[in-house]
T-cell receptor, first 115, second 114 residues
Framework: DTGVSQNPRHKITKRGQNVTFRCDPI?????LYWYRQTLGQGPEFLTY????????KSRLLSDRFSAERPKGSFSTLEIQRTEQGDSAMYLC?????????????FGSGTQLSVL | AQSVTQLGSHVSVSEGALVLLRCNYS??????LFWYVQYPNQGLQLLLK??????LVKGINGFEAEFKKSETSFHLTKPSAHMSDAAEYFC????????????FGQGTELSVKP
């Protein structure tokens, strides 16, 4: 169990540029979640996958955001035409099953700064 | 829709003193409740969870929480604070049909004074 891995740890970009983050969940975890956390706030749910299927997207997720999980393994989160308001910590988590009480394992996050 | 409210964004205690972090939830059906801890530059870690079994839940590092339906509360306690407990603590809620998706409170930063 190597834990949930997120890359890069930090990303600085200029407004209007596109960025992509990667998340590698714990092996064989079926569920993968993306959250966004701003300073002084709790994580906000963005989207989640069951294997390769994206089952839910938050209305916080504008059409500039897209997430994929090809083959049900790693996932990518892309933000197009970044805005300063996109600056935040993007967290990925995974869990082993579909039960509501399942423990989520979180990565250390990708800190995005949009200049 | 379900939600959680954490009372107090900052709590400061002396080493050895009682830790009490407050969480109230709102849900129309029985919820599942969680406490996660976040240390600087690390991912969130599960401290404990309530999933409709015993109302007093014991977690890691000496923490425990009690589910009180009548008060819609799930407060986190630890009898004696240690310097290593300084961190950000988040209460979270989900429902049986939410696919494991957690809704988090805004967090409480715990400081421990020597």
């Amino acid at each position: 169990d190597t834990g949930v891995s997120q890359n890069p740890r930090h990303k600085i970009t200029k407004r209007g540029q596109n960025v992509t983050f990667r998340c590698d969940p714990i092996s064989e975890h079926n569920r993968l979640y993306w959250y966004r956390q701003t300073l002084g706030q709790g994580p906000e749910f963005l989207t989640y996958f069951q294997n390769e299927a994206q089952l839910e997207k938050s209305r916080l997720l504008s059409d500039r955001f897209s997430a994929e999980r090809p083959k049900g393994s790693f996932s990518t989160l892309e933000i197009q035409r970044t805005e300063q308001g996109d600056s935040a910590m993007y967290l990925c988590a995974s869990s082993s099953g579909a039960l509501a009480g399942e423990k989520l394992f979180f990565g250390s996050g990708t800190q995005l700064s949009v200049l | 829709a379900q939600s959680v409210t954490q009372l107090g964004s900052h709590v400061s205690v002396s080493e050895g003193a009682l830790v009490l972090l407050r969480c109230n939830y709102s849900s129309s059906v029985p919820p599942y409740l969680f406490w996660y801890v976040q240390y600087p530059n690390q991912g969130l870690q599960l401290l404990l969870k309530y999933t409709s079994a015993a109302t007093l839940v014991k977690g890691i590092n000496g923490f425990e929480a009690e589910f009180k339906k009548s008060e819609t509360s799930f407060h986190l306690t630890k009898p004696s604070a240690h310097m290593s407990d300084a961190a950000e603590y988040f209460c979270a809620v989900t429902l049986y049909n939410q696919g494991g998706k957690l809704i988090f409170g805004q967090g409480t930063e715990l400081s421990v004074k020597p």
